[in-house]
Structures are given as C-alpha cells and as structure tokens.
C-alpha cells in the first residue's frame, strides 16, 4: 500500500490530536510533516501502531473547577447542601459506540487516616444516556461527604470507574418556610403595593394642584374657601338686616320737635295755642336689660338734642 490513498490530518503546534474511526485489530501507519509559511516540508518520524481488539470504553474523565485539577484523592466542597451537578468528558470507546453511563454515590468519612465507604448509605444505579454529558443528583444530606462513581458503558462492558468526592455545605438554603410565614410575606408584599400605588396618587394630585389648580386637593380646597365665603356672607347680611326685637314693638313713636311750614303760616287759633314751650325739652331714655324694655322721662337743656343728634349722626 502507498501513501497515495493516506489520510490527511493538520493541527496547530505543541497540542495533541487524537485520530478517531480506526478499526479495532488492524495496523496504521504514521508519519509525520511540519509547514511554515514558505511551505511544507518532507515527512519522517515513520511508526506502525497496531489498534487492539474491541473493548470497553476507557475511564470518564470527571470535570472539577480549576482550583482542584491534577489533585488525588480530591474532596469538592459543593456550594450547595442538596444537590451537586456532576460532570465529566467522553472517553475514547475503544471500537464499539457508548450507549450510556452509570452513576453510583455513597456516603463516606474519613477516620484514622483513610476513607471509610458506608455499604448501607449508598444509592441505586443510576442511568444516564450517551447524549448528556452532565448529571444533577439531587436529595443529598446537608454537611455530608460523598463518593461518587462515574462508569461508561459500549456493547462490550462497563469502563473502570472515575471516582471523586464531595462535601455538601451545611443546609442554610435547605430551610423551607411555612405556609404561615409565606402568607404573611404575600400580605406584607400586597400591603407595600398598595403603599405605593397610594403615594403616587398623592404626588400626581399635588403636581396637578401646583400646575393646573385641579385635582382632589384643589377641589377640597375651593370648597373650604366657598364656606368661609358663605359664612361670611351669611354674618354681613345679619347685621345690614337685622330683624327687629320683638320688645322695641313697645317703644315709643318719634316726638315730633319743629313745627312743620303750614303751622309757620297759618296763625295759631287760641282754641289751638298750646301753652308757652319752655327753654328747657324733654326726652326719653330706654333702656333693654335683655328680657324687658323700660322708658324714663330726662330733662335735657337747649343745646343738648343739637348735640346728641350730631353725635348720633357721626355714629350712624
């Protein structure tokens, strides 16, 4: 057999290649060429490798973040106290295709020194398909280490196992609250809402106030200022129109003083002569104490009703 029917594969330097679909029990020859920029140059390094016959798969390789890479006996503190997602890359199937892989975990300690599996803690067999290539195994103990167990499995047999171990954190999200607590919760979040659907329509009714002099605010108050109107109104008109005291009813008619201009012309009969009018007048004075009105006769002089009708006047 020449080269000339040779398959060709190119990768970049200084990485690893794995060379996949070779047959099982069948010899391959290598040989190996590198290219720069001007070209490619002649090959060598010739080697014959002779593919053993059909078998299990080779061992998972279990993912671990950075922190625990190219560590034995590798103990993951998982983040959380429930559950821990597993994952892992897919091993070389050896001539026959992986169907699917199987996860087994149990509980373990570490005591004197060494690891001590328990036989009564561990769980059943677990069936992943060779689609996926994660697992999440849910139900852990809170602050528990366990051994898990990863196998892959081609029409041939089960792979050798990839163990690793891990520690579930101490149960501070495993905590459940009760129907009480979660109902109270709802009826303090419906109460905030509320709160604050109430404050905003407060604030829109005072920017509409300041603006445009409506809303709520601005109706509360033309309706204050229009019963202090009222009121006031109200007290103005009682004193412009103040009705008369039942008892005034029993005070005297006005006294006519001055003559009237027929009496100046026509001379006075002496049937109708009243006697001579003295200097001195007299005049009534009333007084209300709240329940009775109570008139008396004074005697005022010449000038004095000229006084008290100019005071009366000025205080009208």
Same mark, same amino acid.
């Given at each position: 057999?020449?080269?000339?029917?040779?398959?060709?594969?190119?990768?970049?330097?200084?990485?690893?290649?794995?060379?996949? !679909? +070779? $047959?099982?029990?069948?010899?391959?020859?290598?040989?190996? *060429?590198?290219?720069? =920029?001007?070209? %490619?140059?002649?090959?060598?390094?010739?080697?014959?490798?002779?593919?053993?016959?059909?078998?299990?798969?080779?061992?998972?390789?279990?993912?671990?973040?950075?922190?625990?890479?190219?560590?034995?006996?590798?103990?993951?503190?998982?983040?959380?106290?429930?559950?821990?997602?597993?994952?892992?890359?897919?091993?070389?199937?050896?001539?026959?295709?992986?169907?699917?892989?199987?996860?087994?975990?149990?509980?373990?300690?570490?005591?004197?020194?060494?690891?001590?599996?328990?036989?009564?803690?561990?769980?059943?067999?677990?069936?992943?398909?060779?689609?996926?290539?994660?697992?999440?195994?849910?139900?852990?103990?809170?602050?528990?280490?366990?051994?898990?167990?990863?196998?892959?499995?081609?029409?041939? !047999? +089960? $792979?050798?196992?990839?163990?690793?171990?891990?520690?579930? *954190?101490?149960?501070? =999200?495993?905590? %459940?609250?009760?129907?009480?607590?979660?109902?109270?919760?709802?009826?303090?979040?419906?109460?905030?809402?509320?709160?604050?659907?109430?404050?905003?329509?407060?604030?829109?009714?005072?920017?509409?106030?300041?603006?445009?002099?409506?809303?709520?605010?601005?109706?509360?108050?033309?309706?204050?200022?229009?019963?202090?109107?009222?009121?006031?109104?109200?007290?103005?008109?009682?004193?412009?129109?103040?009705?008369?005291?039942?008892?005034?009813?029993?005070?005297?008619?006005?006294?006519?003083?001055?003559?009237?201009?027929?009496?100046?012309?026509?001379?006075?009969?002496?049937?109708?002569?009243?006697?001579?009018?003295?200097?001195?007048?007299?005049?009534?004075?009333?007084?209300?104490?709240?329940?009775?009105?109570?008139?008396?006769?004074?005697?005022?002089?010449?000038?004095? *009703?000229?006084?008290?009708?100019?005071?009366?006047?000025?205080?009208?």
């Amino acid at each position: 057999m020449t080269w000339d029917n040779a398959w060709n594969k190119t990768w970049s330097v200084n990485a690893p290649y794995i060379i996949e !679909g +070779l $047959s099982p029990q069948r010899a391959y020859d290598f040989r190996f *060429a590198t290219i720069n =920029d001007v070209g %490619i140059g002649g090959y060598g390094g010739n080697q014959r490798y002779i593919m053993p016959t059909r078998s299990v798969p080779t061992e998972p390789k279990i993912l671990v973040p950075p922190e625990y890479a190219g560590l034995r006996d590798i103990l993951v503190n998982s983040p959380y106290a429930d559950h821990y997602e597993l994952r892992w890359k897919v091993p070389h199937d050896n001539g026959d295709p992986i169907d699917y892989y199987v996860i087994r975990y149990c509980v373990t300690e570490f005591r004197d020194g060494q690891w001590f599996d328990s036989t009564s803690e561990c769980s059943s067999e677990i069936t992943v398909s060779f689609q996926y290539q994660s697992y999440e195994l849910d139900n852990l103990v809170p602050d528990t280490t366990y051994k898990l167990e990863l196998r892959a499995h081609n029409p041939i !047999g +089960l $792979s050798s196992p990839a163990q690793i171990r891990i520690k579930t *954190a101490r149960g501070l =999200d495993a905590v %459940i609250p009760s129907n009480d607590s979660t109902s109270l919760s709802s009826g303090l979040i419906l109460g905030i809402v509320i709160a604050c659907v109430v404050v905003v329509l407060i604030l829109v009714d005072i920017l509409c106030f300041c603006v445009n002099r409506t809303g709520i605010l601005a109706f509360c108050c033309d309706c204050a200022r229009s019963k202090r109107v009222d009121e006031e109104d109200s007290k103005l008109g009682s004193y412009k129109a103040a009705p008369a005291h039942p008892n005034s009813l029993n005070l005297p008619q006005p006294i006519k003083l001055a003559p009237s201009s027929e009496d100046e012309r026509e001379p006075l009969s002496p049937e109708n002569r009243s006697p001579q009018i003295v200097d001195e007048k007299k005049s009534l004075t009333v007084e209300y104490d709240g329940k009775e009105v109570h008139t008396k006769p004074t005697e005022i002089g010449r000038y004095s *009703a000229v006084y008290a009708r100019f005071q009366y006047l000025n205080n009208f």
